[in-house]
Every structure is written in structure tokens, then in C-alpha cells.
């Protein structure tokens, strides 16, 4: 069974930094993709950024290109999202997701599989 757990949130001034942790519990396959979305009071889940386990790339919403910069340390399992530079409209609940084969192209909710439960980031001005 998979299971992710997210860590990492809180509150912050804006220009302040952050950085995410998603722990991965079970096998999902040799080469899958990992991401991280967030959603904010009012709107839809978009994707933030995404990974390829297995093949390295990684792709980044526009809004975020070169702030936020995901990374994943194979030896512990864990998915990383470093947030640089934040700003009022990064508040949101953000999440870890899973997709057991890889992903490319716009990053869409309906493409992974396994969820984590969310974890909360306030950013004030």
C-alpha cells in the first residue's frame, strides 16, 4: 500500500523561504513521477511541479520558474520542494501526488494516483 505523508508547512513573510518533505511508504515502480500541487480557498488544485523518478526531469508551473525547485533523495524515500521568494499568492494547501508511470506535458490532477494528506503554507505580506 502507498502511502505519503507531507511536513514542511507553516506561515512566513513574503520573501521568506520554505522547504517541503514528502515521505513514501510502499512501492509504486521503477520509474513513476512524483509532483506537488496546491490548492488555495476558492480555486482549483493546479500543479506546481513535477519530477520523473527514474529519468530526472522536472518541469515547473510558470508562476514559480525559478523559486520552487523540487528535488527527491532516493536513499530516503523523500520528495522535496524548496520554496524561495514567497509571495502572498503561494498561500494554499499544498500536496504531495504519485503517478505510477511518468508524466509529461500540464500537470493535471487526474493523472496521479496516490495522495498525500496536504499540508498548510501562509505566506503574509
Known amino acids: 500500500q502507498v502511502q505519503l505523508v507531507e511536513s514542511g508547512g507553516g506561515s512566513v513573510q513574503a520573501g521568506g523561504s520554505l522547504r517541503l518533505s514528502c515521505a513514501l511508504f510502499?512501492?509504486?515502480?521503477?520509474?513513476?513521477?512524483m509532483a506537488w500541487f496546491r490548492q488555495a480557498p476558492g480555486k482549483e488544485r493546479e500543479g506546481v511541479a513535477r519530477?520523473?523518478?527514474?529519468?530526472?526531469?522536472?518541469d515547473y508551473a510558470d508562476s514559480v520558474k525559478g523559486r520552487f525547485f523540487i528535488s527527491q533523495d532516493n536513499a530516503k524515500n523523500t520528495l522535496y520542494l524548496q520554496m524561495n521568494s514567497l509571495k502572498p499568492e503561494d498561500t494554499a494547501i499544498y500536496y504531495c501526488?504519485?503517478?505510477?508511470?511518468?508524466?509529461?506535458?500540464?500537470?493535471?490532477?487526474?493523472?496521479?494516483?496516490?495522495w498525500g494528506q496536504g499540508t498548510q503554507v501562509t505566506v503574509s505580506s
Open positions: 501526488a504519485a503517478s505510477p508511470f511518468w508524466v509529461v506535458g500540464v500537470l493535471r490532477a487526474a493523472t496521479f494516483k496516490y
Open positions: 510502499g512501492y509504486i515502480a521503477n520509474s513513476y513521477s
Open positions: 519530477i520523473n523518478i527514474g529519468g530526472g526531469t522536472t
